[in-house]
């Protein structure tokens, strides 16, 4: 298993070189990290795979204090923001079972709006979004559990209105 200082070293050192990206096995765990992910990039542990995404740290354009935003342009040519979970837990779309989800598919966010909230431990953490736009895509399940760094939406940044 990883150390997370070590992990977090490795994302600072990737933050402060030129490398697109960093592939390092240890322990028998393979870690890669890239400023543009792979299509399926995973974590393996010896033979087995588990589909955990490790696309965190986002790329050249994102602002040093936002390493949990990567730009990602798709085949359609519209750029998105993909918003990261932030630690290990459980993903929630709404604030209770019986709630309504906190945003959907064509949603648009403000910055600090509330995305979802993230069970860790017993507590409920409210993830926020970084940046005003549109959410674009959902990319997991209600009550699904996530992995630091797996991509939990899609944002389409909302163009800046000329003064």
Request: one cysteine or more; glycine letters at 10%.
């Amino acid at each position: 298993m990883i150390d997370l200082k070590f992990l977090r070293g490795l994302i600072r050192a990737l933050d402060e070189s030129g490398l697109d990206s960093i592939e390092i096995t240890r322990g028998g765990t393979r870690v890669r990290l890239a400023r543009t992910p792979a299509p399926n990039a995973m974590v393996e542990q010896g033979d087995r795979s588990a589909g955990t995404n490790t696309g965190v740290g986002g790329n050249p354009a994102a602002p040093a204090g936002q390493s949990g935003v990567a730009l990602d342009v798709q085949a359609t040519g519209s750029p998105t923001s993909d918003v990261v979970s932030p630690m290990v837990g459980t993903f929630y779309r709404a604030p209770a079972p019986d709630a309504l989800p906190y945003v959907e598919v064509g949603s648009r966010v403000s910055k600090g709006d509330t995305l979802c909230m993230i069970e860790a431990m017993k507590l409920m953490n409210e993830l926020e979004s970084e940046i005003d736009g549109t959410v674009a895509e959902i990319c997991v399940e209600n009550a699904e559990p996530v992995e630091y760094g797996q991509v939990l939406f899609r944002i389409r940044p909302r163009a800046a209105s000329s003064s």
